[in-house]
């Protein structure tokens, strides 16, 4: 298992030294998804899961989930004393990896769901696919139900993912949320930061839980400074950033501002509650008209 982790966060970091495309990727349109619909459904004949996302879909990075539990009898809503959800992948070895999740779904009362997360860490493809497994008990009965399901790739660039291993052996995952479609304008900047927790303990039955156990990181700051990357623009910044700090929904909250429209790198210096630099390096401050930008260790591209 930690062979597949740490392949996979190889694989998700390498770089390719293709030119990027500007002019192409500047061209399209950015997809906006606000409704949520069911994107799968589990049923075990007494019960059905309803399990909601944005457009009814599950794309890779992060992705709110609502959880809908009813009675196929009377197709009445019930309200379990627990929720678990596990997503996991298996690689076309049959190893088996996780990605950030909220094992425990938290129940929303006003709105009559439980409501949690997941951060897919790929696309559905030949060689992996995602199962979902989801429990919940009811009258101090358990009941377990697994599904495969269908990741799909994520065409909104300011809504990507990174995932990396920081400078203190540690597996982490960074996934923005917010905003879908920018302005030029200073936009308040939202993202998810997560690490994996090494499991303490040999593998139980499968999918035992605490193999595949993920959390978000407290504390830490996420150093801001986007750019311009492509030559005609020269890497040039914008004023006015704030740096990315963890807010009371557990979740990481700062402002970017985008001067014009077009490809932007957000340059990153990830720093932990000490002030440790786990990953990412400072960007260089000369304008470079006709070169392709520098970026940092750490960076995340988005478009608009």
């Not at 006003?110 to 790929?122: E, H, I, L």
């Not at 399901?149 to 052996?169: P, R």
């Amino acid at each position: 298992f930690e062979f597949l982790v740490i392949a996979f966060v190889f694989a998700v970091t390498s770089c390719t030294i293709d030119k990027t495309d500007y002019e192409a990727e500047t061209s399209s349109q950015i997809p906006e998804h606000y409704e949520f619909k069911e994107a799968v459904s589990l049923n075990n004949g007494t019960y059905k899961i309803s399990i909601e996302a944005l457009n009814g879909t599950f794309y890779k990075g992060y992705n709110e989930l609502h959880f809908k539990i009813t009675n196929t009898q009377n197709n009445q809503t019930v309200n379990p004393s627990e929720v678990t959800f596990l997503p996991v992948m298996t690689n076309a070895e049959g190893k088996t990896a996780s990605c950030p999740h909220e094992y425990n779904p938290e129940y929303d009362a006003a709105n009559k769901y439980y409501n949690g997360y997941s951060v897919f860490t790929s696309e559905t493809a030949l060689v992996s696919n995602w199962k979902l497994y989801v429990s919940f008990t009811l009258d101090n009965q358990k009941y377990e139900i697994n599904k495969d399901i269908s990741v799909e790739k994520q065409s909104n660039k300011n809504l990507n993912m990174t995932a990396f291993t920081g400078k203190d052996g540690e597996q982490y995952f960074i996934a923005l949320i917010a905003p879908q479609k920018p302005k030029v304008a200073e936009n308040a900047l939202t993202a998810g930061i997560y690490k994996y927790n090494k499991p303490v303990n040999e593998a139980g039955t499968f999918p035992d839980p605490s193999q595949f156990s993920y959390s978000q990181v407290n504390g830490y700051t996420l150093k801001l400074d986007p750019r311009m990357p492509e030559p005609s623009m020269g890497n040039h910044s914008s004023p006015n950033n704030q740096d990315l700090t963890q807010q009371n929904d557990g979740l990481y909250h700062g402002v970017v501002n985008y001067t014009m429209t077009g490809n932007w790198t957000l340059n990153l210096i990830m720093q932990n509650q000490n002030g440790l630099i786990l990953k990412g390096t400072v960007v260089p401050t000369d304008f470079t008209p006709g070169v392709e930008g520098v970026k940092s260790e750490l960076y995340i591209d988005t478009l608009f």
